[in-house]
């Protein structure tokens, strides 16, 4: 019998799984690929495509279910405006998990999940801009007006 197998608990509370899963699944919607280990990958697979189901379908009651979900405004707002629209022929299946090795520390093994059709461009929101803008601007600062 299958009885009390539904989801992994992952040697968490419940109020830590749900805290993880949120932030995951926020961070998986802002940059549309995370690394992650093997087991927490496959547990939000059908948590984000649950998501973009919701999302599929844009109104008021849909917006709050998935706030309610995510506690991120920005996050809601992607789904409802960019990736809705890129699966809208989708039937599911808006993400995939991709073994990627195992971890130098302690050999758990580690995976990719990621967006299907993802954009790359949305991984490098966060990263700082490049590293010559920064030079060029030390050294006009270093070369003052001589006389």
Do not use: C, W
């Not at 799984?17 to 087991?39: D, G």
């Not at 809601?76 to 073994?99: A, H, I, Q, T």
């Not at 195992?102 to 059709?117: C, H, K, Y």
């Amino acid at each position: 019998m299958r009885h009390n197998l539904g989801y992994r608990k992952l040697n968490k509370s419940s109020e830590h799984r749900k805290a993880l899963f949120k932030n995951m699944l926020n961070s998986l919607i802002k940059y549309e690929q995370i690394i992650t280990t093997l087991p927490k990958a496959k547990e939000l697979k059908p948590q984000i495509d649950k998501v973009i189901t919701i999302g599929k379908k844009n109104d008021l009651k849909n917006k709050k279910k998935l706030f309610s979900k995510l506690q991120n405004q920005s996050s809601v707002k992607k789904v409802f405006d960019e990736l809705s629209k890129r699966y809208v022929k989708r039937n599911g299946g808006y993400s995939r998990v991709l073994k990627a090795g195992f971890r130098t520390g302690d050999d758990a093994p580690m995976a990719v999940i990621e967006l299907v059709d993802r954009n790359v461009e949305a991984k490098k929101i966060d990263k700082p801009k490049k590293v010559e803008d920064k030079t060029k601007k030390n050294e006009q600062k270093a070369q003052p007006a001589s006389k």
